[in-house]
């Protein structure tokens, strides 16, 4: 099952975003679930994650303007993204953490721009 990301589009920095992938309950309820993402040129980094009974994690770098977070009865979990900046600009993907074996989905693009 590929978990697809949506949401994403062109933003001014310090502008806001909130990213949406949809799933299953069987798969959100079961695995800690991760918002990922890679910039051009880069590698695919870690964003935030989230575990199946609601605790966040959040990489240093997107701590106080990334919140992670899920609906479980929507069996949705979201990214809301404050204070953006042009370096957040990349295609942004959610997935099991470890993703580890799970596919990835064709993310959606977030675009800040200067």
């Known amino acids: 099952v590929q978990l697809q990301a949506s949401g994403g589009g062109l933003v001014q920095a310090g502008g806001s975003l909130r990213l949406s992938c949809a799933g299953t309950a069987r798969i959100f309820s079961r695995n800690t679930m991760g918002w990922f993402r890679q910039a051009p040129g880069k590698q695919r980094e870690l964003v935030a994650v989230i575990t199946s009974n609601g605790t966040p994690t959040y990489t240093n770098s997107m701590k106080g303007r990334f919140t992670i977070s899920k609906d479980n009865a929507k069996n949705t979990v979201y990214l809301q993204m404050n204070s953006l900046k042009p370096e957040d600009t990349a295609v942004y993907y959610c997935?099991?953490?470890?993703?580890?074996?799970?596919?990835w989905g064709q993310g959606t693009q977030v675009t800040v721009s200067s």
């Open positions: 997935n099991v953490f470890p993703s580890t074996g799970w596919p």
